[in-house]
């Protein structure tokens, strides 16, 4: 099964010398289940010729807001919108659940009471309360009306999303390992942006092991599920 990697931002220079970019991070998170992926930098305008040119879609994080102007986001929204209606099967992190959330007429806003930096504990539907990093302050706040909410945190009511068979989108980040988030913390340490006592608490709890393991099983199941007729 062919995924196409849709790559929204691009990593730190300093985190990519060391633990590769986005693509690299789903390939490593997903590498165990049979996929094959072509990788796709939308951001840099760079898209599939065709929605059916992957067997299904995911949608990386970003450095960007969903409801920012920039030139590859209402393309990115046309192709989602196009993958929907054909029931080709999409992914979605953080920007990306944002993002697919937007395009089929949810809303997103930055969210008022701040950041969510490092593991985070998310009660998921039928699993319980599974532990994740984040890193975002948008989220959506707005629903779109095919999605049925999955997962959630007391920071996050929409923490995850399902669309039927055609999307399943999570708004922390299971492709972020320990050492990526780590260096991440240590070169945004801002006080001016960011709380310092989160920050480190949040290079504490990345000394222990999370369950992005469990989330890759959850995405490899969906976009392996049979899918319904159109």
């Known amino acids: 099964m062919k995924i196409g990697l849709l790559i929204c ?29 072509d990788t796709y930098y939308v951001v840099d305008m760079e898209f599939p010729k065709d929605v059916h040119d992957a ?6 994080g970003s450095p960007h807001g969903a ?5 590859f986001i209402p393309p990115l929204e046309d192709f989602v919108r196009k993958a929907y ?3 080709i099967p999409m992914v979605g992190i953080c920007f990306g659940h944002q993002l697919i959330a937007q395009a089929l007429g949810g809303k997103v806003e930055k969210f008022d009471k701040g950041w969510a930096v490092g593991r985070h504990d998310y ?4 699993h319980g309360d599974i532990a994740l990093n984040a890193w975002h302050q948008d989220q959506v706040i707005q629903v779109p009306e095919d999605a049925k909410v999955i997962a959630s945190s007391d920071f996050c009511k929409y923490a995850g999303l399902v669309y039927g068979d055609r999307a399943y989108t999570i708004q922390p980040h299971p492709e972020f390992s ?13 006080p001016e942006v960011y709380d310092d006592d989160m920050m480190l608490q949040a290079l504490e709890y990345a000394k222990i092991d999370n369950d992005s393991d469990k989330l ?3 995405i490899a ?4 599920q049979p899918r319904k007729a159109k």
């Open 9 to 37: 931002g691009h990593a730190l220079k300093q985190v990519a010398d060391t633990h590769g970019d986005y693509a690299e991070w789903f390939k490593q998170l997903l590498g165990d289940y049979g996929f094959t992926f």
């Open 221 to 224: 199941a969906f976009f392996k």
């Open 55 to 60: 067997d299904g879609w995911l949608l990386s």
């Open 67 to 71: 409801y920012e102007d920039h030139p």
């Open 216 to 218: 890759a099983d959850e």
């Open 123 to 126: 009660k998921f539907e039928g």
């Open 178 to 190: 320990n050492p990526v988030i780590s260096e991440y913390i240590t070169l945004r340490r801002n």
């Open 85 to 87: 209606a054909e029931h």
